[in-house]
């Protein structure tokens, strides 16, 4: 298994411009979620989806959109970014949420935005 | 709010010795605790979990324990060795009973430094 896997690894964009971050996995785990990393703040929690079809906001949802058409597949879209959106995020996903088993995370995409 | 939090921001430990590492949590309902490992330039890594009706879990050269009283959670890493040298994370379920949802909070992490 190739476990959780996010592209692109680096992305630079202008304020105004908009993209998607992809996220995979081939565990056919049910539970997936978005987390930012910023120094000092820890990993902070943006959306996450519990099965296809289902999506919720998480601490930091403004700017933010995702959508779970299949069970593998949770892309993150940045409708207009913004500097303050310069970040490391990271895509996690578990068996069945996490309330009992732990998320597996991929290796993170590395955000500028100028 | 919830926040889950660890004391020290930097731990420095010699090769070979046991490291401990701390948590503390706000949320007395929580139910949940997981230990991450993050290297640089990747995801954290699972390490360890544990659930609020235990008090201890052991795995390889690690041990997780909790104190539901104090709200207090430790990594504990036997015989630290160069590669155990990282940031770790605790983080808690903070929506206890939930079902299959739940939201995990991470804290800030405690880098872990492992002089030869």
């Known amino acids: 298994n190739a476990g959780v896997t996010q592209t692109p690894k680096f992305q630079v964009l202008k304020t105004g411009q908009s993209m998607t971050l992809q996220c995979a996995q081939d565990?056919?785990?049910?539970?997936m979620s978005w987390y930012r990393q910023d120094p000092g703040m820890g990993l902070r929690l943006i959306h996450y989806s519990v099965g296809a079809g289902i999506t919720d906001q998480g601490e930091v949802p403004n700017g933010y959109n995702v959508s779970r058409s299949t069970t593998e597949d949770f892309p993150l879209r940045l409708l207009s970014a913004a500097p303050s959106q310069t970040s490391v995020y990271f895509c996690a996903s578990s068996k069945s949420g996490v309330a009992n088993s732990p998320l597996h995370f991929g290796n993170g995409t590395r955000l500028t935005v100028t | 709010g919830e926040s889950v939090g660890l004391h020290l921001p930097t731990l420095s430990v010699q090769e070979g010795d046991n490291s401990i590492i701390n948590c503390a949590y706000s949320n007395s309902a929580s139910d949940y605790f997981i230990w991450y490992k993050q290297e640089s330039g990747k995801g954290p890594q699972f390490i360890i979990d544990i659930r609020s009706n235990m008090d201890k879990r052991q795995g390889q050269r690690v041990t997780v324990l909790l104190n539901k009283t104090v709200k207090h959670l430790s990594l504990q890493i036997a015989a630290t060795q160069p590669g155990d040298s990282a940031v770790y994370f605790c983080a808690e379920n903070s929506q206890p009973r939930s079902g299959n949802t739940g939201k995990l909070i991470f804290g800030q992490g405690t880098t872990l430094q492992v002089k030869p």
């Open positions: 565990m056919n785990h049910e539970y």
